[in-house]
């Protein structure tokens, strides 16, 4: 079931000035905040925030309290919510299964919808202090705004995120890697050609694309990498294009020009303070990729390119593999409060659901076919194109989830970045815990 899918802007805001119930921003982000301006404009009362990032719980925003989600039923049991993040269907799904009726839960990209949020800055609280950017608000609040519009859309094959994996090379070497570099025991670079002709097959059987994030590894240390940048800004169906990187490669000369593409945003995750107080050697060394770092932002500045430069973010025990023979129950749990189920994963021609499926399937771990859409099985568009949507709403459970630890944003935070010198032997850790 959708949610309130004939509603205009000016009915909602009609519906919710008028509320007696309180009302709720799903979501203490950016969007949020934008959303509670918006808000304040039209005349509608906003009660507090609800956010599932354990790190929020009981902190505020503008002046507004974050209830964690698993406490909201008891504060609010009537609530109207206005849902500001992309996922709405997982936290429509969140909110139903809490007890709350259809009726009462909303897109909040109907009411961003060409909201003038020029003065936002002006309001803006970001997630660490020591968060910088340019056109990263921009980009948060059109895909907010388009997510809501594709989950409305029954008939549309929308997807808001698909990753990319462009290397297994890192100059880094994390043992709690969430994209599982550390057991890649001989890295290597991806073929273009092979990923250029997956982008072009999933682009045909999808009406759109809102966001491709391209990952590694550290993309940069692809030399080629460019060519896969230059290949989805060619392509109408992708609408922005986000690279991953640990900010430790400058991009060469050759690369700039894809950079300053009003498509493109460079997600710069800052690690050179991360091994101030460990006592590890590797750790440590993370120090002296600041000069790099500021270097690339600088670039950034200098050739108008749209970035963000953060901390490391959220890190969870979520970097191992094992098998744990779960019931199908508790697998189904681990899939309904991953945080990463719709970080879609594009590897060679296989559509997987989430970075983890993709990768212990390369890794030869876990490869079963009910997990992914290889592109090339079906000579009909139509049939590849239901498998698709299969795949993206109608899944409930990944085999590869019983290898998982799990991925919840209420999941406790681990200290990120912690060096290793030499990969980690996977496979007898597999064959220890089938023993």
């Not at 876990?366 to 899944?395: F, G, M, Q, W």
């Not at 944003?409 to 060096?419: F, G």
């Amino acid at each position: 079931m959708k949610l309130l899918a004939k509603q205009t802007k000016e009915e909602l805001i009609e519906k919710l000035s008028i509320a007696k119930e309180p009302i709720v921003i799903y979501g203490a982000g950016v969007c949020g905040q934008v959303l509670l301006l918006a808000c304040k404009g039209a005349g509608i009362q906003v009660e507090s925030f609800c956010d599932n990032n354990i790190k929020k719980k009981g902190k505020s925003l503008n002046g507004l309290e974050i209830i964690h989600t698993n406490d909201i039923e008891n504060r609010h049991p009537e609530a109207i919510f206005l849902i500001s993040a992309a996922d709405i269907k997982d936290i429509k799904n969140h909110l139903v299964d809490y007890g709350y009726s259809e009726s009462n839960l909303h897109p909040g990209g109907l009411i961003l919808k060409d909201f003038d949020y020029s003065e936002f800055r002006n309001h803006y609280e970001p997630y660490n202090n020591e968060d910088k950017d340019k056109g990263f608000v921009e980009f948060a609040i059109a895909s907010t705004i388009e997510c809501h519009d594709g989950y409305l859309d029954p008939k549309k094959l929308f997807m808001r995120s698909v990753d990319i994996v462009v290397t297994e090379k890192c100059t880094m070497k994390c043992v709690d890697c969430s994209n599982l570099m550390q057991f890649f025991e001989k890295p290597e670079n991806y073929e273009i050609d092979e990923m250029s002709k997956a982008i072009e097959l999933l682009c045909l059987y999808s009406d759109q694309i809102f966001e491709f994030r391209i990952i590694g590894g550290e993309p940069f240390v692809n030399k080629n990498v460019h060519n896969v940048i230059e290949r989805l800004i060619s392509e109408p169906k992708v609408k922005r294009i986000v690279i991953y990187t640990n900010g430790n490669v400058i991009p060469r000369e050759n690369q700039i020009e894809c950079l300053r593409h009003k498509k493109v945003l460079m997600n710069i995750t800052d690690y050179s303070r991360s091994g101030e107080k460990s006592e590890d050697k590797y750790t440590k060394k993370l120090s002296r990729f600041v000069r790099t770092t500021d270097k690339l932002e600088q670039l950034c500045i200098d050739n108008k390119i749209d970035y963000r430069r953060h901390p490391p973010e959220n890190w969870t025990d979520c970097g191992r593999i094992e098998n744990f023979n779960r019931t199908v129950e508790e697998n189904q749990r681990v899939y309904d409060e991953c945080g990463c189920k719709n970080l879609t994963t594009l590897s060679k021609n296989e559509l997987h659901r989430c970075p983890f499926s993709a990768q212990i399937t390369r890794l030869g771990v876990c490869d079963e076919k009910e997990d992914y859409v290889d592109l090339t099985e079906h000579t009909d568009p139509i049939a590849n194109r239901k498998a698709i949507k299969s795949l993206l709403e109608d899944k409930v459970t990944l085999k590869a989830c019983d290898f998982c630890p799990g991925r919840a944003l209420h999941d406790p935070q681990i200290i990120p970045a912690k060096q290793i010198k030499m990969p980690l032997p996977y496979k007898r850790n597999i064959e220890a815990t089938n023993s």
